[in-house]
Each structure stands twice: as C-alpha cells, then as structure tokens.
C-alpha cells in the first residue's frame, strides 16, 4: 500500500488527486470539531462514556466523535446513506425512476443525484430534530446541565446547523469522488473511524491491562485474533472468482482477429463495505428512535434495552438478514447476466460448455448469485463475530464496535488502493507496469 501511494505520488496528475482529497479530508476533519451553540460540549462529552457500548456508542464512532461533542458534522454521513438506499429502492419500485436511472444517460443519472441531495437535506433536518430532542431528554437526565437554552430559537438554531453541516458533508464527498481518489463517502467514515484509532487502541490496551491481569494469554489470543481477523479481510477483498471466455477467430480484411482465452473476473465481496453501512442505518433506526424519544420506565424501555439494543440477538438476526440482503441489492446492481451474456455474443466470445445467449446468461447468473452468498455470509460473521464475543464475556464488550470498525478500514483502504493502481494502469506508469 506505502509502495502503491509513493508511486502514484511520482505522477503530477495523481499527486494533484492526492492532495485535493487530503485537503478535503482535513476541511472535514476541522469541521468535526466545530461545535453548535446553546449545547454544553463538556458535559455532553463527560456523561456520553456512558453510552460508549450502546446504540448511541456506535453512531459516535461512525461520526468521528463528533456525536459526543455535538460539533456542525454530528449527523455526518448518516442522512446520505439513508437518503441512497431510499432513493435507490425506489428505482426499483419506481417505473418512472428505473426508466431514468436505464435509459436517461448521463442527464438521468444528475436527475437522480439531484432527487438524492434534495431527501438528504430533508433527512438532515428530520434528524437533526431528533438530536435536538434527545439532547433534551439528556438534558432532564443530567439535571439540565447539558443545554444552556431550551427555548424555541436555540432549537431552530441546532437543528438547521446540524441540517447544513449534513449536506455540506455530502458536498464534500462529492468533491472527492469527482476531482480526488476513491469514493467520497468511504474515504469520510474512513476519516471518522482512523481519526477514533488512537483512543480505541488505548482504549482497548486498558482493557487487556485491567481484565487479562494474571492472564496474559488471553491478552495475546485477543491480539492474534485481530490480526488474522485483518488478514481474512484482505484475502477475501482480493479473492475472485474467474470464468472462462474463448474468442472465435474472426477474419476481417486480411488481418485475422480474436482466438485468444481469457475470463470474466467476478470478486467474492464485490459490493464492499457498503452491505455493512447500509445495514448498519437500518438496524440501528428502532434503537435511534427509542433513544431520541423519552424512553422512560417500562415497556419502551424494556424493548430498547433488550431487542433493539446492538448486543440483543434480534439485532444480530436482524443485522445479519440487512446484510445478506444488501449484498444481493448491490450484486443486482453492478451485474445484469443478460447485458454481460449479450456483449459477449456481440464481440465473437462464449463461455467454453455453454451456448451464446440464455444459458449462458443463466450460468453467470447461478455463478453471481452463489458467490454473492458466499461474501454475504462472510461480511455477516465478520461483522456479528465481535458482538458475540461482547455478550460472551464483558472483557470483550468494547470489541462489539471495533469489529465493525476493521471491516470499514481494511476494505475502504483496499478500495483506494486498488482505485490509485487503476489510475496508474490507466496512465502507463513504467514504474507500476514493471
């Protein structure tokens, strides 16, 4: 990866990328740190390690701490997502959006994109109410201490700071994907989730300290665990499946073209990280609602405590279930058998034991969808692996967050890697060629 970064710095082009997404980066960076008016910054960091191992603990990592700080990027990339996956369902659902999404172009896909920003502004605001009244909530809790007006003004104030500092996040990520390198939104949670590095690792060498005290190979077993953990991610992310295809000889003039062999590359994970966050949104949105409306005693509290919460096995299920089936969403998506069965035929290529046409397309399809189940599933156990071990023992409770953590850094650092590698393929780099 150092090797990959230092030769793509060589590259004017490249470097120029680089330096455009590190300043992005930064500006977000600074910006996670700026905190709204009216809110107790102090005191809500003080009394939100508390919540480190809830639903709330989860939210925090995913913004870079800046939940626990009530900063302008407190919702971070939460309302983009949500607002992705609704506007993506909806191209299914939707005959009007699918014609616009297959058959608009490029003036289609802006449509979207647009259609997108809007229900991302709208979510912002929808959440960044919800902040408010959790902070209100919290605010009776800690014997009102935590917010210095809760008057009607102060409210609007919060809210549209935490709605713009949402769609400016957004914007953002925009700018990396189209002037820097990888996907924009990745390289944020990314940013949130290295910029925490430091205190988990303290964190979690703490823990090794205080509960394997006398039992230093557990300690070891837990570090060994984590680096084969790291190497199993980087295996599967590179693993791919490769189907056969033969070019028929074809001869055009007097030069005669085709009649090599090659094959069709299709990755185990091909659809990243992006089954987890998904997931992620929409397992926690019970727990989030229950956590931003006076829970009080009783029956709602039972439910957030005991379903709903990241360590119940209805989340587990639950989760597992969002992710398998995020992981076919996305595998529809980025394949149609059909479209790769046509353009083989067009080009003179066929799959050895399978005629042009509807076998072949339904090969690749029963190959897609075997392979999506395979890195579904291994996206769901890596994910789950270390919640269970936290409701196992509470020695492990701290690992429930950091399992989820390694997935997103490990697999958006390969994306980017493999992103600059194709950069320089693309620009015939000696260097990288050799």
Known sequence: MLQTIRNAWKIADLRKKLLFTFAIL?????????????????????????????????????????????????????????????????????PALERLSKEGGEEGRKKIERITRYTTVALGLLMGWAYWMMLKNFNVQWDSVLLVDTGFLPAITVILSFAAGSALVMWLGEQITEFGIGNGISMILFANIVGRLPQMLIQLGQNLVDDFKGYWYVAVVAIVGIVALIMFIVFITNAERRIPVQYAKRVVGRKVYGGQNTFLPIKVNMSGVLPIIFAQSVATLPATIATFVNKGEGTGNWWYDHVWSNTSVVYLVFYLILIIAFSYFYATIQYNPVEISNNLRKNGGFIPGYRPGRPTSDFIKRVINKITLFGAIYLGIVAILPILLGMVSSKFSSMAIGGTSVIIVVGVALETVQAIEAQMLMRHYKGFLE
Not at 50 to 67: C, K, Q, T, V
């Open 26 to 94: 930064l500006l977000y960076r600074l910006g996670n740190v700026i905190p709204v008016p009216f809110v107790n910054t102090e005191t809500m960091s003080a009394n939100f390690a508390s919540l480190e191992n809830s639903i709330l603990g989860l939210f925090n990592m995913m913004s870079g701490s800046a939940l626990s700080r009530a900063t302008l990027f407190t919702l971070s990339i939460q309302p983009y997502i949500n607002a992705s996956i609704i506007i993506q369902l909806l191209t299914i659902a939707i």
